[in-house]
């Protein structure tokens, strides 16, 4: 059994955790743009209608037969902007850094993301993933990869 984070295409059956861990609180904080309790039926259609976008690509993590979490890709232009999501119960033992990094290794593209500058782990586990900080707008960090050989 491989110990390392590995990913597959969300379904729609994986609505139920994915809701769960949008909806936590910490994970709101950290959300960018909307930081409101999602209801039930509104993320059903929003998952239904990102696993018909070509434009955005929506992963679930797993590790050792657990789902620990999920990425997301979102073109943009040339590049993807990535974000992620560590389940609660596999918070704060190293997991993340390695869910960010697995992550980009895995999905072949340039890659950017922007993370909340008090997003303490997450701008950790970006470093740690090798993205670089290319600048600031606002409150928000702004982080980038650059693969050779890749454009989107
Ligand atoms: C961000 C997230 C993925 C990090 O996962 P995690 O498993 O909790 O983090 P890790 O254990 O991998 O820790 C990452 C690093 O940040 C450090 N860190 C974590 N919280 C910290 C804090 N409050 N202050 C200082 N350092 C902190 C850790 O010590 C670790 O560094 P180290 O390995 O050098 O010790 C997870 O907390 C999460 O899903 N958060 C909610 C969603 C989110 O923020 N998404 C990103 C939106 S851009």
């Not at 929506?58 to 560590?86: C, H, P, Q």
């Not at 993370?115 to 586990?125: G, M, Q």
């Amino acid at each position: 059994m491989s110990l390392k984070v590995n990913f597959y295409a969300a379904k729609f059956e994986d609505w139920k955790l994915l809701l769960d861990w949008r909806n936590d609180e910490l994970a709101r904080k950290n959300s960018l743009i909307n930081m409101d309790v999602i209801e039930e039926e509104a993320h059903k259609k929003w998952l239904k209608a990102t696993l018909e976008n070509p434009d955005r690509r929506i992963y679930l993590a797993y590790k050792t037969g657990d789902k620990i979490g999920t990425v997301r890709f979102d073109r943009n232009g040339s590049s993807w902007e990535m974000s992620w999501n560590l389940a609660p119960e596999f918070r704060g033992r190293g997991l993340g850094k390695e869910l960010v990094r697995e992550a980009c290794l895995f999905f072949p593209g340039n890659l950017t993301a922007q993370i909340k500058e008090d997003n303490v782990a997450s701008i950790e586990a970006a470093k740690y993933a090798g993205l670089r900080n290319v600048g600031k707008k606002g409150l928000i960090t702004l982080w980038e990869l650059k693969k050779e050989n890749h454009n989107a």
